[in-house]
């Protein structure tokens, strides 16, 4: 099989600057309430020009992650007061995968009632089409290697967004597009830490049955086999990442 290879990507010293406190945020490691270093003492731990780290506070400020009071300093928010839609946009596109745990509980939650709700859906309005994908990524599957994490984590993420785009809800197959960098930084710890054995072989055999329950159209059916497979992908997650 030939690899993939994404296009290396440049990004500005501002927008590297922007990602790295909004990781630090993010992650937990800086808390609500705490100041930020001065712009003169923070800027060359960074490595950037105090200009260019002044950009990346009024940006941050703009998505609610951190507040400027004038001659007081810089204050990490809570955001789960004062964030905003570029903050959520910004939480559905962090890619290093470190989450506040409260936050991290709360998107596993998030997405146990979302997708059990599309798994539902598709249940009742497949189609022959869908059900013929479905069926293509099953067998692909087959030939994915356990060392092969990046092709184990697309077809994961594909699987999730047909059976969204099945349910014949907009809203919800936009939703899981919007959720793919979590799924990706989520599905891509459970594969490295269990790319093999009885784990992956239950998520396959969970996968066999969301299919069967999808195809015989047994909404209920389908909705319970999803949240099972949600509920056993938190489980195991739980032994490799913090929950609450």
């Not at 993010?26 to 705490?34: H, K, Y």
């Not at 507040?67 to 962090?94: K, N, W, Y």
């Not at 891509?188 to 999808?214: C, D, N, S, T, V």
Request: charged letters at 20%; one cysteine or more; hydrophobic letters at 45%.
């Amino acid at each position: 099989m030939i690899p993939t290879f994404d296009p290396i990507q440049t990004i500005s010293l501002k927008e590297a600057c922007i990602r790295k406190i909004e990781g630090l945020i993010l992650s937990g490691n800086l808390a609500p309430g705490e100041r930020l270093p001065s712009e003169r003492d923070l800027a060359p731990r960074l490595g950037v020009s105090r200009p260019v780290l002044h950009q990346a506070i009024v940006a941050l400020d703009a998505k609610g992650l951190v507040r400027i009071e004038p001659r007081h300093g810089v204050f990490v928010c809570d955001f789960r007061r004062d964030g905003s839609m570029a903050l959520f946009m910004t939480l559905m596109q962090h890619e290093d995968g470190a989450y506040q745990p409260q936050l991290l509980s709360s998107l596993m939650a998030a997405r146990l009632l979302i997708e059990t709700e599309t798994a539902r859906l598709a249940a009742i309005h497949r189609t022959e089409a869908d059900l013929i994908e479905f069926q293509s990524l099953l067998t692909d599957r087959q030939q994915i290697q356990p060392g092969e994490i990046p092709a184990l984590v697309a077809y994961d993420f594909n699987l999730h967004q047909l059976i969204a785009a099945a349910s014949g809800n907009l809203m919800y197959a936009l939703m899981l597009n919007s959720l793919k960098q979590v799924h990706t930084n989520l599905a891509g710890a459970f594969y490295r830490a269990f790319p093999q054995g009885q784990i992956a072989e239950e998520l396959i055999e969970f996968h066999q049955k969301l299919f069967a329950a999808i195809m015989q159209q047994k909404p209920e059916r389908a909705a319970e086999v999803m949240a099972a497979m949600l509920k056993h992908g938190e489980q195991h997650l739980q032994t490799i990442i913090p929950f609450p």
